[in-house]
């Protein structure tokens, strides 16, 4: 009885083994006899390509397409779809551009220009960029096509920005992006050169701007600019010297002429009304600097029956400046509750708001 029981045992394991080498063997397995790259041959209309964010225009075209590539499907033996990664090669480096499951892609300006600066280029530099496709499944048995070569300059997609130098970074004047945090960077929509940022300032420092990062040869100084601000917290006629309370402050450096320039220190409020189409994202920026507490001041071309507001935020309409918190303004040029209403003479004005006295005051500049 035990032997039969031991017999029956026996057999019954020895099924399930089978059956389950059975079912193994019926997994599919990759033959690398079959295997096949992705087939990948792409003619370029131009022998160089420079690359750039913006046309002649200004307008941004970094989302526009740069090629349109396709290849034929990698052959694994199987019913299955592999993974494809479009991937730029330069000397030993290779960065991927885009993964995708489709066998054509859509590269954009954008992607490219990434793509060769991940690869180890340079912003604004010139490089010979091998292109390939790579296939895999599930990240395992990679193939890769043939490549294809091209001559690329990049942009730098970084801001436009100006870089403060002092004190506080040593005197640090680099050509790379350490102290990333001392970079003011170009806002658009303003009608003259405009670089701002929030900056972490220290009473006592002293500091310059440069206009390229590594170079004194163009500077932002106490020489060639017109300091507005809060508390009077900027001394010096070569250095500027930060008197103020140590703590972040928002630091503005607008380009008036060739070697000119004004700094504002504070925060500040935006000008928006019927001149630039009551605040829409591309109208014209009117910056309205603080220039000590609760008065904020601008130098702004005016037109005859112009309305406006100022707001603190760009497109939030709770918080804000209206003709109710001036009602002590007695300039002719300025009245209204509500809307603030502009009846001078077309020009350019400088205006003061004083929230502390409720009054608007101007003065024709030009």
């Not at 290779?94 to 993964?99: G, H, I, K, N, Q």
């Not at 005016?302 to 009602?327: A, I």
Request: proline residues 3%; charged residues 25%.
């Amino acid at each position: 009885m035990k032997y039969g029981y031991k017999l029956m045992m026996l057999l019954l394991g020895s099924t399930m083994m089978f059956s389950a080498c059975s079912e193994d063997n019926s997994f599919p397995r990759l033959d690398p006899e079959v295997a096949v790259q992705p087939g990948f041959d792409h003619t370029f209309d131009q022998s160089e390509y420079v690359l750039t964010k913006v046309d002649e225009s200004g307008e941004v075209i970094e989302d526009n397409t740069w090629q349109e590539l396709s290849w034929d499907a990698a052959q694994y033996g199987l019913e299955v779809v592999p993974g494809y990664k479009v991937q730029v090669v330069v000397e030993d480096q290779m960065a991927t551009v885009l993964e995708t499951a489709e066998t054509s892609a859509a590269i954009s300006i954008k992607q490219i220009n990434n793509g060769v600066l991940a690869a180890g280029v340079a912003p604004e530099a010139t490089a010979n960029v091998t292109i390939k496709i790579q296939s895999d499944l599930a990240g395992q048995r990679v193939l890769f096509s043939e490549e294809v070569t091209t001559v690329i300059t990049t942009y730098n997609p970084e801001p436009p920005h100006i870089f403060k130098v002092g004190s506080e970074n040593g005197w640090n004047n680099p050509d790379a992006d350490d102290f990333a945090y001392m970079k003011l960077y170009e806002q658009e929509g303003h009608e003259d050169k405009l670089f701002e940022n929030t900056i972490k300032m220290k009473n006592g420092e002293e500091f310059k701007f440069v206009l390229v990062d590594g170079s004194w040869d163009a500077q932002v100084n106490g020489g060639n600019t017109t300091v507005y601000a809060a508390f009077n917290s900027i001394s010096g006629d070569d250095n500027f010297k930060y008197t103020g309370e140590s703590g972040d402050q928002l630091l503005t450096v607008e380009f008036v002429a060739e070697n000119e320039y004004k700094m504002f220190v504070g925060s500040r409020v935006y000008m928006v009304g019927s001149a630039n189409d009551w605040n829409k994202p591309e109208a014209e920026r009117r910056n309205v600097m603080e220039i000590e507490d609760g008065v904020y001041k601008i130098t702004q071309k005016m037109t005859k029956g112009e309305q406006f507001k100022l707001v603190y935020t760009l497109g939030d309409w709770n918080d804000q400046l209206n003709g109710s918190n001036f009602s002590n303004t007695t300039d002719p040029n300025f009245s209204g509750d509500d809307n603030i209403s502009f009846s001078g003479n077309d020009g350019v004005y400088e205006i003061t708001f004083d929230t502390n006295e409720g009054t608007i005051t101007s003065t024709l500049v030009d």
